[in-house]
């Protein structure tokens, strides 16, 4: 967080933390143990950033302005774009699994996980989720070797406020490890019971996922001003 106004720290229901974010302005909740970079270093204004102490899973939530493209085509473009960012490189740049949710086209079964608190208060808005892969050297680095990152790429569309909101979850796979199994959007978007004590990466993963969208809402619509 870039500003100790309207942060929670610690505020743990059930094992999640509620954050404020963006000076309290959204809230959303993670599953315990994940720590505020903004603490460490230095983070953009418009982003709030995330680790895990006990995996190698991130998140990062980031404002960008409303891109002109097609609601049914921005998370691909999104993901392009943090492709380039990353200077990714390599074949694997592939989005395996693609969705976009309205509160027209969700099914019973969804609608209680999917972002709910947000439908609430935007009925039309628009979300889609991209899971997928790409290649890329630890901070750029030219000497670094080339890593997999699996990445789960959420965009909730504020079109009122003209704003993508971009959320990244991004786990490293080391080559050991490359047959692990990239989670499936039903697999954190469904309403499906999942044990609390199993370990893991994946396990951390779909849990995260599917705190945050349960929990997002943004609370002072002024940020967006």
Same mark, same amino acid.
């Given at each position: 967080?870039?500003?100790?106004?309207?942060?929670?720290?610690?505020?743990?229901?059930?094992?999640?933390?509620?954050?404020?974010?963006?000076?309290?302005?959204?809230?959303?909740?993670?599953?315990?143990?994940?720590?505020?970079?903004?603490?460490?270093?230095?983070?953009?204004?418009?982003?709030?950033?995330?680790?895990?102490?006990?995996?190698?899973?991130?998140?990062?939530?980031?404002?960008?302005?409303?891109?002109?493209?097609?609601?049914?085509?921005?998370?691909?473009?999104?993901?392009?774009?943090?492709?380039?960012?990353?200077?990714?490189? *390599?074949?694997? %740049?592939?989005?395996?699994? /693609? =969705?976009? &949710?309205? !509160?027209?086209?969700?099914?019973?079964?969804?609608?209680?996980?999917?972002?709910?608190?947000?439908?609430?208060?935007?009925?039309?808005?628009?979300? *889609?989720?991209? %899971?997928?892969?790409?290649? /890329? =050297?630890? &901070?750029? !680095?030219?000497?670094?070797?080339?890593?997999?990152?699996?990445?789960?790429?959420?965009?909730?569309?504020?079109?009122?406020?003209?704003?993508?909101?971009?959320?990244? %979850?991004?786990?490293?796979?080391?080559?050991?490890?490359?047959?692990?199994?990239?989670?499936?959007?039903?697999?954190?978007?469904?309403?499906?019971?999942?044990?609390?004590?199993?370990?893991?990466?994946?396990?951390?993963?779909?849990?995260?996922?599917?705190?945050?969208?349960?929990?997002?809402?943004?609370?002072?619509?002024?940020?967006?001003?």
């Amino acid at each position: 967080m870039n500003s100790d106004e309207g942060i929670s720290y610690g505020m743990m229901q059930n094992e999640k933390c509620k954050y404020g974010l963006f000076g309290g302005a959204i809230v959303v909740e993670l599953p315990e143990k994940f720590n505020d970079v903004s603490m460490l270093r230095q983070i953009p204004d418009n982003q709030e950033v995330f680790v895990h102490k006990d995996s190698d899973i991130s998140i990062i939530i980031e404002l960008l302005e409303m891109v002109d493209v097609p609601a049914n085509e921005m998370c691909k473009y999104h993901f392009n774009e943090l492709n380039d960012c990353n200077e990714g490189e *390599g074949d694997i %740049v592939e989005a395996n699994e /693609v =969705r976009n &949710f309205t !509160s027209t086209n969700m099914s019973s079964s969804q609608s209680p996980l999917v972002f709910p608190r947000i439908f609430t208060q935007v009925p039309d808005c628009d979300i *889609g989720i991209l %899971v997928g892969k790409q290649q /890329v =050297r630890k &901070f750029r !680095s030219p000497s670094a070797p080339l890593d997999t990152v699996y990445i789960i790429l959420i965009v909730v569309r504020l079109a009122g406020v003209e704003t993508d909101c971009f959320i990244s %979850v991004n786990l490293p796979v080391k080559p050991e490890d490359i047959t692990t199994e990239i989670p499936t959007i039903a697999s954190f978007t469904q309403n499906e019971n999942e044990n609390e004590d199993e370990k893991g990466q994946e396990p951390i993963l779909i849990r995260t996922l599917k705190s945050i969208i349960e929990s997002f809402a943004v609370v002072d619509w002024s940020l967006f001003a």
